[in-house]
T-cell receptor, first 117, second 109 residues
Framework: GAVVSQHPSRVICKSGTSVKIECRSL??????MFWYRQFPKKSLMLMATSNEGSKATYEQGVEKDKFLINHASLTLSTLTVTSAHPEDSSFYICSARDSRRDHSEQYFGPGTRLTVT | GQNIDQPTEMTATEGAIVQINCTYQ??????LFWYQQHAGEAPTFLSYNVLDGLEEKGRFSSFLSRSKGYSYLLLKELQMKDSASYLC??????????WGAGTKLIIKP
C-alpha cells in the first residue's frame, strides 16, 4: 500500500514552453502533497505544500506564478513549470501524506527529471 | 534557525556494520525519519522515531535521544546494494519536514 506515482518520469522541453507534472496517490487519500526539487548531490528542497481544495503554500524564494500547483482531488496534485528556462532543469519529486495515518510519514513518487534545452 | 547535520560521506566494507549520525536543532519536534535514496531515484522510507530508544527493523536500526537532539541509523551485514545516500529528516512543530543534506554511503567489497 501507500504508492505514489508521478508522470512523466523524464521530460525534455524547449526554453519558453510549459511542462505539467502529475502526482497521484494510488491507494490512499492525500489531503496534503508536497513538491520538492533536488539538484545533483544536494538534499531535497521543499518548494510548496499542496492542500486539496485550497491554494498551495509556497516556500520562500519559490515563484508561485512560475510553479503553478493544483490539488483538485484527494489523489491528484499537478505542478506546472511555466515558461521553462535551462536553470529549471532539475529532479522534481512529489510526496503525499496519508490522511488516515497517525504519524506524518511522507510517501514519495519516483520523481520527474526535467531537462530544459 | 533550523539545522540538521550529518556526515557528507562514509565508506564501509561489505559485511561490516556502519553507524550514520544525525544531530538536529529544530523549532519543535514531532518525530525523526530516515530515508534511503539511490542515485537518480526518489527517497524510500526506512524508519520513524518519536520516542527515545532503539527501533530495530531487520538489518537496519534507528536510535533517538530527544534530550541530545541526536539520532543514528545503524546498518548491519552491509551489502553492496546498501550503497546510497541516507537522509535524516525532522518533523518540526508545524509538521514540516526539515531535511539534512544526506550521507553518501560507499560500500567496498
Amino acid at each position: 500500500g501507500a504508492v505514489v506515482s508521478q508522470h512523466p518520469s523524464r521530460v525534455i522541453c524547449k526554453s519558453g514552453t510549459s511542462v505539467k507534472i502529475e502526482c497521484r496517490s494510488l491507494d490512499f487519500q492525500a489531503t496534503t502533497m508536497f513538491w520538492y526539487r533536488q539538484f545533483p548531490k544536494k538534499s531535497l528542497m521543499l518548494m510548496a505544500t499542496s492542500n486539496e481544495g485550497s491554494k498551495a503554500t509556497y516556500e520562500q524564494g519559490v515563484e508561485k506564478d512560475k510553479f503553478l500547483i493544483n490539488h483538485a482531488s484527494l489523489t491528484l496534485s499537478t505542478l506546472t513549470v511555466t515558461s521553462a528556462h535551462p536553470e529549471d532543469s532539475s529532479f522534481y519529486i512529489c510526496s503525499a501524506r496519508d490522511s488516515r495515518r497517525d504519524h506524518s510519514e511522507q510517501y514519495f513518487g519516483p520523481g520527474t527529471r526535467l531537462t530544459v534545452t | 534557525g533550523q539545522n540538521i547535520d550529518q556526515p557528507t560521506e562514509m565508506t564501509a566494507t561489505e559485511g561490516a556494520i556502519v553507524q550514520i549520525n544525525c544531530t538536529y536543532q529544530t523549532s519543535g519536534f514531532n518525530g525523526l525519519f530516515w530515508y534511503q535514496q539511490h542515485a537518480g531515484e526518489a527517497p524510500t522510507f526506512l524508519s520513524y522515531n518519536v520516542l527515545d530508544g532503539l527501533e530495530e527493523k531487520g538489518r537496519f536500526s534507528s536510535f533517538l535521544s530527544r534530550s541530545k537532539g541526536y539520532s543514528y541509523l545503524l546498518l548491519k551485514e552491509l551489502q553492496m546494494k546498501d550503497s546510497a545516500s541516507y537522509l535524516c529528516a525532522v518533523l518540526d512543530s508545524n509538521y514540516q519536514l526539515i531535511w539534512g543534506a544526506g550521507t553518501k554511503l560507499i560500500i567496498k567489497p
